[in-house]
């Protein structure tokens, strides 16, 4: 046994002296702009709560009210006893949003991810997955089976040359917006080059559902395709929705299939009835409260500017995730731990997450931040940046 706990040991020295030691963050609040720690109140500017969402009254009504009706917990997997009313009308709601037939739930975006491509693939397929994408779509093409290929990040020549040499059913895994960039795939580009080469598309949508297009529905819709142009489309709950969970859309025969052999869904206890009564909740909102969205693109737009003035090295992004590129991890640590001392809570993101001397802080806005914070943000960054 002390072969194990030397092993760690050593891992978790390494960790240390290399800045890449991880820690949680206990939170005394709920989520929102400004979050409680040890006591002390902060500027929240990393969290996924895109919409403001996570503590609106209505959500946290519903969830009340749900709970108190069904409890706090399924008790069981779907296709045991543990599938009530809730799963099922967020499930029809969902489908009918995204314009596909049909939905399935999943308790968290990794399972769903792993799950959904663990099935759809076998061996002797192909998958090709951009070089950037969520680790949860890089391990589930692992781990599949298929043949795994990778493509420079939105790069569609290249993909397009991996396609044409592949013989055999072909699937092309991407985000819709990059987790760690804050990017978007050129999806119209990818959804013409599948069809032509008769290759599925799949793209994993959990930063752009409910935060782009007209009317939330995400990526795809902000790209301007057609529903059977991305035959599986996944995306999460926890984010701009501000619940828990994850959902994949897209034909019967799709979800008839992940109902019957994915391991994930088969094995897994279901999300508690009330988080889907609190997600269907938060999905009326994103339908009907549009303001959100133009109010976050605003800050978005604001932000950039202020930056570009501050001569910020932010990467390119259109979206909530806004990337400051740091480069060396330990600088990047020491800038994150200086905006906290400051009452700023920004996360630096380092290696292995991100390419070894790509680390940074990623930066997130939320609609329920106000232009007045986002100026103090700005003001500060450069105050640390000078000094850091």
Not at 209 to 238: D, N, Y
Not at 273 to 296: G, I, K, M, T
């Amino acid at each position: 046994m002390t072969g194990f706990a030397e092993r760690f040991g050593a891992v978790l020295k390494q960790r240390r002296e290399q800045g890449l030691y991880r820690q949680r963050l206990t939170l005394q609040s709920a989520q929102g702009p400004v979050v409680r720690i040890d006591g002390r109140d902060y500027l929240n500017f990393c969290s996924n709560d895109y919409l403001g969402l996570a503590a609106h009254p209505r959500v946290v009504e519903r969830f009340r009210q749900a709970a108190a009706e069904y409890g706090v917990g399924s008790g069981a997997s779907h296709l045991v006893c543990g599938h009530s009313a809730p799963h099922h009308e967020l499930e029809e709601a969902l489908a009918e949003f995204t314009g596909r037939e049909r939905a399935l739930l999943y308790s968290s975006g990794y399972t769903a991810n792993t799950g959904i491509l663990s099935s759809v693939l076998q061996r002797g397929d192909y998958v090709f997955e951009d070089r950037l994408n969520h680790a949860s779509l890089l391990d589930g093409g692992l781990h599949s089976g298929a043949r795994f290929q990778r493509f420079p990040h939105n790069d569609v020549s290249a993909l397009q040359a991996k396609l044409k040499a592949a013989d055999g059913p072909r699937l092309v895994v991407v985000d819709g917006v990059f987790s760690m960039d804050g990017d978007t795939a050129p999806l119209r580009e990818l959804a013409e080059l599948c069809s032509a080469e008769d290759a599925w598309l799949m793209v994993d949508d959990a930063h752009g559902f409910g935060v782009l297009g007209a009317h939330g529905m995400g990526s795809t819709e902000a790209a301007r395709l057609a529903p059977s142009s991305v035959p599986i489309l996944m995306a999460t709950l926890g984010k701009a929705l501000g619940t828990a969970g994850a959902f994949v859309a897209g034909s019967e025969a799709l979800i008839e299939g992940l109902i019957q052999q994915s391991r994930n869904y088969i094995y897994t206890t279901a999300l508690p009835p009330a988080v889907a009564a609190a997600s269907l909740e938060a999905l009326a909102l994103v339908r009907d409260e549009s303001w959100r969205r133009d109010y976050l693109a605003g800050l978005i737009h604001r932000f950039r500017i202020g930056a570009e003035q501050l001569c910020l090295p932010l990467l390119p992004s259109a979206s909530a995730i806004q990337p400051l590129l740091v480069g060396d991890a330990s600088r990047a640590v020491a800038l994150s731990q200086n905006l906290r001392d400051n009452g700023f809570l920004i996360s630096a993101i380092r290696p292995p997450t991100v390419p070894a001397g790509t680390s940074r802080l990623r930066i997130t806005l939320s609609a329920a931040h106000s232009e007045t914070q986002v100026d103090q943000l700005l003001d500060q960054l450069a105050a640390c940046w000078m000094g850091g």
